[in-house]
C-alpha cells in the first residue's frame, strides 16, 4: 500500500506550510502529492508550485472538477504539468454536484451524469494520445461544435504539443454506485471522497468489476489522520468536513454526499446533519455527526491504535492512502507503519 499526502484546497489564502509538508512527504517516501479545488483556488497551480520544488513525488489533481474546463483545456492542463514535472502527473477529475456546476461555474448539470463523463473522459484520453484530430459526436461534449448558435467554421484538431505519455493516469472522483461502477471500466482509478474499511458491502457490486491489469487500478481514499491522545479530539476536523460536506455541500434534494452516508449505514443521522445544516445550525450538524462514522473513515489517536486499524485498510481493495494531514509528525508515523 503507498502513501500520499491530500493537501486539499485553500481556505482564505494559501497554506504556508503546504510546500513544507510535500517536502517533507517525498523526502519520507511517499509516492504521490495531491490538491483540489472547490469555489476559490484552483487545483493545478499549487500542484506546478510543488512540482517545481520538489523532484520524485508524483501529483495528482484530487479533484479536477469537470464543469470549470472543457475537456480539451483540462487535458493541455495535465500534458503542460507532465512536461514540467518529468512525467510525474495524475490526472484526478470529478464532476461536483448541480450546487457548485450551476451556482459556481453557470453551466446546466448534465441530465445524464454518467453520459457525460464517459464524453469528457473519452476527449482527454485522444488529446493525450494524439492518434487523429479530436473529435466526438457527443451530447454533452461534442468536437468540433455543432450548436445552432455556432458558425460551423470549427474542425478537428490534433494537440501542437505532443504529450510526454499517452497513457497519463486519469483517475476519477465518484460515489453512486453507477458511477463508481463506470470509473472501474473508463478510468485508471477512482479516488473515494471517504471510504470505510468496515463496509466493503456499500461498493459491493462496483467492486465486483475492479480491473486487473499489468499496471493495476488505484483505489486511493481520502483520509484524515492525526496522531494524538485524545481521540475524540483528533476526530472533530472529520466531523467538521463531513457536517461541511454532507450538510452543505449540495441540496436538500440531491446530495451526493449526504446519500452515501445514508448507503454505508448511516441514513438517520446523514438526513439530520442537513436538515441542522439548511436551518443554519451548522455547529450542531457537526455535533451531530456520529463519532463512529468519523472513526471509520479515518487513522486517528495514539500510534499504537493507527498501526492495529491499519490492518483492516489492508485487507481491502485500497492501493494508496492518500493522507490528510496538518503535521509533519503524523506524515513521519504513517510513513514508518505502512512504509
Known amino acids: 500500500m ?28 511517499y509516492d504521490s502529492v495531491w490538491t483540489s479545488e472547490a469555489w476559490g483556488s484552483d487545483a493545478f497551480t499549487p500542484l506546478t508550485w510543488i512540482a517545481a520544488h520538489t523532484s520524485r513525488i508524483r501529483l495528482g489533481t484530487a479533484i479536477a472538477q469537470m464543469s470549470a474546463r472543457t475537456p480539451t483545456a483540462t487535458a493541455m492542463h495535465a500534458l503542460t504539468l507532465d512536461h514540467l514535472s518529468g512525467g510525474r502527473m495524475m490526472l484526478g477529475l470529478g464532476l461536483s454536484g448541480p ?24 476527449v482527454v484520453r485522444q488529446v493525450l494520445r494524439r492518434r487523429a484530430p479530436v473529435a466526438l459526436d457527443g451530447r454533452f461534449h461534442a468536437l468540433p461544435y455543432d450548436g445552432a448558435d455556432g458558425t460551423g467554421l470549427g474542425r478537428p484538431l ?11 493516469p486519469v483517475l476519477l472522483g465518484a460515489e453512486g454506485p453507477k458511477n463508481v461502477a463506470q470509473t ?7 479516488l473515494p471522497l471517504y471510504w470505510s474499511p468496515l463496509r466493503d458491502d456499500a461498493y459491493a457490486a462496483a467492486l465486483a468489476e475492479l480491473p486487473v491489469g499489468p499496471a493495476g487500478f ?41 446519500d452515501l452516508m445514508a448507503r454505508m449505514g448511516y441514513e438517520a443521522e446523514a438526513r439530520r446533519v442537513q436538515a441542522l445544516f439548511a436551518e443554519g445550525r451548522r455547529e450542531e450538524a457537526v455535533r451531530a455527526v456520529p463519532d463512529a462514522f468519523a472513526d471509520e473513515i479515518s487513522l486517528v489517536g495514539p500510534r499504537s491504535r493507527i498501526a492495529d486499524r491499519l490492518h483492516a ?25 505502512v512504509l
Open 2 to 29: 503507498r502513501l500520499g499526502l491530500a493537501l486539499g484546497y485553500w481556505g482564505r489564502g494559501p497554506d504556508p506550510s503546504h510546500l513544507a509538508l510535500a517536502q517533507e512527504a517525498e523526502r519520507l517516501g
Open 99 to 122: 450546487q457548485v456546476v450551476e451556482g459556481w461555474y453557470g453551466r446546466p448539470f448534465p441530465a445524464s451524469p454518467l453520459a457525460a463523463t464517459r464524453e469528457y473522459v473519452d
Open 158 to 168: 490534433k494537440p501542437i504539443t505532443h504529450p510526454l505519455r499517452s497513457d497519463l
Open 184 to 190: 472501474m471500466r473508463i478510468a485508471d482509478g477512482w
Open 218 to 258: 488505484v483505489v486511493a481514499p481520502l483520509v484524515r489522520a492525526h496522531v494524538c491522545d485524545d481521540v475524540a479530539e483528533g476526530l472533530r476536523p472529520v466531523k467538521a468536513m463531513l457536517g461541511f460536506y454532507v450538510g452543505g455541500m449540495g441540496h436538500a434534494t440531491r446530495n451526493f454526499h449526504a
Open 313 to 337: 485498510w489492508r485487507r481491502g481493495p485500497v492501493t494508496d492512502l492518500l493522507i490528510t494531514s496538518p503535521d509533519e509528525q503524523t506524515l513521519r508515523v504513517l510513513a514508518e507503519l
